[in-house]
T-cell receptor, first 114, second 113 residues
């Protein structure tokens, strides 16, 4: 398995622009998580899905952030409009309760908003 | 609410020596999972070791072992025979029923040659 695949690896955008981060989880995993990592706040859970359904989005900072999981093999995290304080590394992770797999992380997307 | 606390922002160890990283957590659940993740400068999150709360035996993976004290809600990581490649940020994490994974603040480990 290729693991959790995130794209792009790096993204630089101007304030006010829309940003879309993408994630392909491990096949067969039924949980998908989006995390944000910053120096100040560490690793924060933004939202997670179970069987494509959002379960807990309490970590989404504000309405500018939205996440979707249209099918079991794809998820997006969108920021519109982006702001400099959104600059961070965004991780996607997936796991499977039935398979007893641990949480596998993608390589992250480093977002810089200028 | 569940919380995870790593009280050591930075640690250092001499190559080939042993180091222990501390972690405490708070939960009202009786069954849960605990993890240690390693994050090298490449930023990849790498699973080091996993412990299931219902198992009495401490988990071990090669040079990495844990000291799991359920009553004290303590979960420390011991790295034996430290190597230069062990230098990284280490995160302790908790989850219940494969739901959300909650992380501690992290400990930066420096390995001195």
């Amino acid at each position: 398995d290729a693991g959790v695949i995130q794209s792009p690896r790096h993204e630089v955008t101007e304030m006010g622009q829309e940003v879309t981060l993408r994630c392909k989880p491990i096949s067969g995993h039924d949980y998908l998580f989006w995390y944000r990592q910053t120096m100040m706040r560490g690793l924060e859970l933004l939202i997670y899905f179970n069987n494509n359904v959002p379960i807990d989005d309490s970590g989404m900072p504000e309405d500018r952030f939205s996440a979707k999981m249209p099918n079991a093999s794809f998820s997006t995290l969108k920021i519109q409009p982006s702001e400099p304080r959104d600059s961070a590394v965004y991780f996607c992770a997936s796991s499977s309760r039935d398979r007893g797999d641990g949480y596998t992380f993608g390589s992250g997307t480093r977002l810089t908003v200028v | 609410a569940q919380t995870v606390t790593q009280s050591q922002p930075e640690m250092s160890v001499q190559e080939a020596e042993t180091v222990t990283l501390s972690c405490t957590y708070d939960t009202s659940e009786s069954d849960y999972y605990l993890f240690w993740y390693k994050q090298p400068p490449s930023r990849q999150m790498i699973l080091v070791i996993r412990q299931e709360a219902y198992k009495q035996q401490n988990a071990t993976e090669n040079r990495f072992s844990v000291n799991f004290q359920k009553a004290a809600k303590s979960f420390s990581l011991k790295i034996s025979d430290s190597q230069l490649g062990d230098a990284a940020m280490y995160f302790c994490a908790y989850s219940a029923f494969w739901g959300k994974l909650i992380f501690g603040q992290g400990t930066t480990l420096q390995v001195k040659p």
